[in-house]
Antibody
């Protein structure tokens, strides 16, 4: 059973950098799947942030591309998100998810999400 | 980017009733790349339907997906108590991948 678990600070100061990690169990980061970050601001819809493949190849949402870095650590079987120059608009529940080849590369496994608030 | 519009925003129904959820795209979406998810409070999102009409493993056959082009539908044939939740459609054939804003199915 594949499980993903997000972790990181729940509070980030404006202009700072948001940093989150997603630990994967039940699958290898080196498998033929994409590893993604998605967010949901309070009362709003889901927004795809970006993704990474085990080769290190990344894809980012153009709306966030200038501020986003996604990386992975094969030795720890986890991947990470960094979002720089945050503002209150970046307050959201952040989810990590697997985009799996078994289902044509839709999101077949999700973490439960972690709330990150941007405030001084 | 492709904008997905879900309707209605909220659907109030009783257990045993049929639920019909709509997802309309701002431009054509390949049927191969349209998915539906279920979200319940405190739980991870659950993949229900992929490729517009294919049920994911373990999904009951009361859930069905249909549609093509710009109009897609999720149907729950007979609502069970555990089906009251929020449902999202998503397209993953065009970058950036996008989601609908969700339809909440609640108990009437």
């Amino acid at each position: 059973q594949v499980q993903l678990q997000e972790s990181g600070p729940g509070l980030v100061k404006p202009s700072g950098t948001l940093s989150l990690t997603c630990v994967v169990s039940g699958d290898s980061i080196s498998s033929s799947n994409w590893w993604s970050w998605i967010r949901q601001p309070p009362g709003k819809g889901l927004e795809w942030i970006g993704e990474i493949y085990h080769s290190g190849s990344t894809n980012y949402n153009p709306s966030l591309k200038s501020r986003v870095t996604i990386s992975l650590d094969k030795s720890k079987n986890h991947f990470s998100l960094k979002l720089s120059s945050v503002t209150a608009a970046d307050t959201a529940v952040y989810f990590c998810a697997r985009r799996g080849y078994s289902y044509g590369y839709c999101f077949d496994n999700w973490g439960q999400g972690t709330l990150v608030t941007v405030s001084s | 980017e492709i904008v997905l519009t879900q309707s209605p925003g909220t659907l109030s129904l009783s257990p045993g009733e049929r639920a019909t959820l709509s997802c309309r795209a701002s431009q054509s979406v390949s049927s191969t790349y349209l998915a539906w998810y279920q979200q319940k409070p405190g739980q991870a999102h659950r993949l229900l339907i992929y490729g517009a009409s294919n049920r994911a493993t373990g999904i009951p056959d009361r859930f069905s997906g249909s549609g093509s082009g710009t109009d897609f539908t999720l149907t729950i044939a007979r609502l069970e108590p555990e089906d009251f939740a929020v449902y999202y459609c998503q397209q993953y054939g065009s970058s950036p991948q996008t989601f609908g804003q969700g339809t909440k199915v609640d108990i009437k």
